[in-house]
């Protein structure tokens, strides 16, 4: 059994789908080697001497949804977002046929809550979501470049024109619990860039912001996050170019919380994540003494491999970015901000390890690390509501499921959630 003093920040779910892999340690900021000092002008910085600290807890799948069949419902072919409500109904957002379905909390297909089209509550290309106050999805319509609001039963109750039009693969942006939409974008002053741009590696710097709109007042303003290095590889073919990015490089994070009051920023060069205010005041500073995973030789070639494919063209041009590629990786991966306001670190791992998550409050002091027992999609990042964890897998045929899973009961959050 484990020591109360020793397991007082860290419980388990009552689950059989959890696997404890060990009684965590002491994770409060108490813990020795751990210092929390106050600067003169109010900052908090907490120091970690390492993290994890104790044992993770291993977390598996509880549910699987998907289908390699032809089921017209669990079948998913692009997914980019996924939400949960308070009742465990889930709502999966798939791009390629433009449909927003809900599954009760067993999997099970309820309804199609928006689908394609140019009516209310239709959509054309959304790319990501949100459910707000567990009652209206808004949904990131690129193809239409609108905010669409639907409530959970897929009546349409809001729409507006995207402040920031811009596009990725998949939506940077969020809502939160008052209905702004906040999403990060950068500004470059030179205004005609060269085109096409010259072959090889172009270099060049932009200001980062994080901008913010009130849709019911109209009233919008940006906190300015610091100026970035952007990379990329040019290759022109065919009277075009392409631009390949450098695997393992220098990128910012951002997690807004739902209440908007306040944002996690970080590097991902190092362990040093700050909490900052709407008007830019850093509240906490976390700081850990993690080293970085070596890039190795089997990095480099996987990367070949994935990029080149059959065409000898590509190769030599993935071969020649791999040539580029830092000796080491990042330390953080992403940043993630749960229901209760509680900040979930994705760490990068070594090759074959399973994903790793640290688990701070907002005040800084350290819950417990997570293990999970299945790799998330790259591109979607994990959903945390009502003590389940969301996730888009793809099995060995490249095939799309939703998985959920139990988390550990992170004790004491409710209380520091008052401080």
Known sequence: MCELGTCRRLAFAVSAILVAAGCGGDASSDAPGVTRDTLADGTVVVRYPTVPIGEPLEVAADLRMGSVDDDPYLSFAD???????????????????????????????????????????????????????????????????TMLGVTTEGEEVGRYQMPVRSYGYMWSGTVDEAGRLWKPVGHADEQQPQFPPEEGLNEGTYREYLKWFDPETGVADSLFLGERLAQGYVVTRNGGYSVFSIPFG???????????????????????????????????????????????????????????GDDPDRRRTAEEVATLIPDRKPVIDGLVVDDVGRLWVDRVVPRGEMPLYDVFEPDGDYLGSVRLGFEPHAYLPIRIRDGKLYALVRDELDIPFVVRAEVPVLLEATESAGR
């Open 250 to 308: 220098v990128e910012h994070l951002t997690a807004v919380d739902r209440a908007g009051e306040r944002h996690w920023q970080a590097s991902n060069a190092d362990y040093r994540i700050a909490l900052v205010d709407i008007g830019g005041d850093t509240l906490v500073v976390v700081e850990a003494d993690v080293a970085p995973v070596p890039v190795t030789a089997a990095d480099r070639t996987e990367y070949v491999e994935r990029m080149a």
């Open 79 to 145: 997914v980019r977002g996924i939400e949960a409500g308070s009742d465990g109904t889930i709502y999966v957002l798939d791009y390629q046929v433009s449909e927003v379905r809900a599954f009760d909390a067993d999997g099970n297909y309820l309804r199609t809550v928006a689908t394609p089209g140019e009516g209310p509550g239709e959509i054309s290309e959304a790319n990501g979501f949100v459910l707000v106050r567990d009652s209206i999805l808004w949904i990131q319509d690129h193809g239409k470049w």
